[in-house]
């Protein structure tokens, strides 16, 4: 690997290897000695590495040299739309719609459509800047670990491998469960009896078979995405003009029965059926123009998507009463109190063709995740290999696949889909910061007093936020609070707009009302994340200490050697010059 080559030189190997220096290459993990040298060595390399910066050139041409081989430019606007509708529209539209609906928003579910949409489109209008401007496979790992440092990015990256296992296993057992509805049995008929679970190989499988293909071609599995979506469109189209024709208004009343806090409750939830979008970003390195096709690809699929979801749910809570509505399967109860028995297959196919797209694209998202947060070597950078034949990462997908196979044959960790959305929205609340940080501070350039005015201004937004998000789940009919938050959230992003500069201009697209729409961002994100109860919160905490455990014992070593490594070849190149002048004198 380029790790262990001289300077830019990289030793072509067989891709298939499995040596002990491909996995820890790094000096640290020589041996016990080097090891317990650099584990005294603690404090000072996590320091090291709370105060590093990467830089764009680092992401986009050095760290790529890990991967061996280049991927394959094969992607336009058109793919990576279709890849929105793909990563996007699954079964979280026709599940949480209908739970959500009945337990908490009332007809009023169509305004937590808007707000969790609104947040989402903020998101990936930061996405879409990092991604014109750093076209590389890390998505957020690498933006963040540019902007806010190699330790925000490990948390970060822990998140995401978290999300992206436990998220694919919940979406391969939830495809099993449609297919038996299919069927027509009962969903978990196709699952095996064993003790206290219900093993599900079918999920493995369709698991193996998204993975199989992604591994294959990014074009071919862009082709049959555009495939299975086209169809799965057919299906929301109907489901929208039969409900439409069905529709009767006295169902919109009352449309507010739980008041406000019953639509937050829900956007939090529903949040979910937006998740997906990221995985886009991740395809960049692939993309044949990115500063073009990016933006097109992002910014089009979710613009559409929020407006999908909003008339869906719109036409569910117009077809039955919130009350009536069946929180396991309400598209197919609401049709069938109109009628229309057969209409649940079809409901059961559109759910069905939309997961199977949501596996395929996180597959390709996923893996491109792995390989470059593999590059940084805050994972073994085996995983980082790129086939010189196929262009995929086939290793990082392995890796991603047996680890949520294993997970879905045995249980989909329904306990933890609170904590998925604690760290989708936590990674979406640190790329908004992490693009103010970029418009507003410049590594030698802004001035110290200015550094200082941005830290301030943006803790007292982070903090603001929080406490408004605080004050509305301890008191959600009150309003005193928010007469000091909400002000002081406005200070604070006046104060970036005033007081401060910016340090960068975006070379090709970049988001617009800066600093107010990342800010807001911040805000909506930090906000959905209060309305999520104190559970998700205890998970995540647990989960990011074992994080910082692997970090303390292996990540925060090899990413300092990995970093470290370049200097001691450049003073390598400086003595050797110097050696070779005094022989030649």
């Not at 603690?42 to 050139?57: G, M, P």
């Not at 044949?288 to 869906?312: A, E, H």
């Not at 045995?410 to 929205?425: E, I, M, R």
Request: proline share 4%; net charge neutral.
């Amino acid at each position: 690997m380029s790790y262990i080559g001289k300077e830019d030189e990289v030793q072509q190997r067989p891709y298939w290897r499995w040596s002990k220096v491909d996995f820890l290459p790094e000096e640290s993990f020589q041996n016990w000695n080097t090891y317990l040298s650099a584990l005294s060595q603690i404090y000072s390399r996590f320091n090291d590495r709370l105060l590093s910066r990467s830089d764009d050139a680092n992401e986009i041409t050095q760290l790529r040299k890990q991967s061996e081989n280049d991927m394959k430019r094969c992607l336009t606007w058109w793919d990576l739309t279709w890849f929105g509708f793909g990563s996007v529209i699954g079964a979280g539209i026709f599940v949480l719609t209908g739970q959500e609906a009945h337990r908490h928003a009332g007809p009023a579910i169509v305004l937590s459509y808007v707000a969790s949409g609104i947040s989402a489109v903020l998101s990936v209008f930061c996405y879409s800047e990092f991604a014109v401007e750093i076209p590389v496979a890390g998505g957020s790992f690498a933006y963040l670990r540019i902007e806010l440092g190699d330790f925000v990015a490990f948390i970060t990256a822990g998140n995401i491998l978290l999300e992206s296992i436990v998220g694919g296993a919940a979406v391969a057992r939830a495809w099993t469960s449609y297919f038996a509805t299919l069927l027509n049995r009962q969903p978990d008929s196709l699952r095996i009896p064993k003790g206290n679970y219900l093993l599900d190989p079918i999920a493995v499988a369709v698991l193996a078979i998204a993975a199989t293909i992604a591994m294959i071609s990014t074009k071919k599995t862009s082709q049959l995405n555009w495939i299975a979506t086209a169809l799965n469109t057919l299906v929301i189209l109907f489901v929208l003009i039969a409900g439409f024709a069905h529709a009767n208004t006295s169902n919109l009343t009352p449309f507010l029965p739980h008041g406000a806090k019953g639509i937050f409750q829900a956007a939090a939830i529903v949040y979910f059926a937006y998740g997906g979008f990221d995985s886009i970003a991740t395809m960049a390195e692939e993309t044949k123009n990115p500063s073009r096709d990016i933006p097109l690809g992002l910014l089009g699929s979710m613009s559409i998507i929020t407006v999908v979801y909003c008339l869906m749910a719109l036409s569910l809570s117009m077809m039955q009463k919130y009350t009536e509505i069946d929180p396991n399967a309400a598209y197919s109860m609401a049709f069938r109190s109109v009628g229309m028995k057969w209409a649940k297959y079809l409901v059961a196919l559109g759910a069905l063709k939309g997961m199977t797209t949501v596996l395929l694209v996180g597959a390709l998202g996923q893996a491109r995740y792995t390989t470059h947060i593999a590059r940084a070597h805050m994972i073994p950078p085996w995983f980082a290999l790129v086939h010189p034949k196929t262009g995929t990462p086939i290793n990082a997908t392995l890796l991603m696949t047996i680890s949520s196979g294993l997970i879905a044959f045995f249980s989909s960790l329904d306990v933890l889909a609170s904590l998925l959305s604690v760290s989708t929205l936590f990674i979406f609340m640190m790329m908004a910061v992490a693009l103010l940080v970029r418009r507003y501070y410049v590594r030698e350039v802004t001035p110290g007093i200015n550094q200082l005015k941005l830290v301030i201004f943006l803790l007292v937004i982070i903090a603001s936020s929080m406490g408004t998000s605080a004050y509305w789940g301890l008191r959600p009919n009150g309003w005193v609070g928010y007469v000091v938050t909400i002000p002081l959230w406005f200070l604070g992003t006046m104060g970036i707009s005033i007081f401060l500069p910016q340090q960068r201009t975006p070379k090709v697209w970049g988001v617009p009302l800066v600093p107010w729409l990342p800010s807001l961002s911040v805000a909506i994100n930090i906000f959905l994340m209060g309305s999520l109860g104190p559970p998700a919160f205890i998970r995540f905490g647990i989960c990011t200490v074992a994080m910082l455990v692997y970090y303390t014992l292996v990540g925060v070593h090899a990413t300092y050697d990995m970093a470290h490594q370049q200097q001691k070849l450049d003073a390598l190149k400086v003595k050797n010059e110097d050696e070779d002048k005094e022989e030649t004198a």
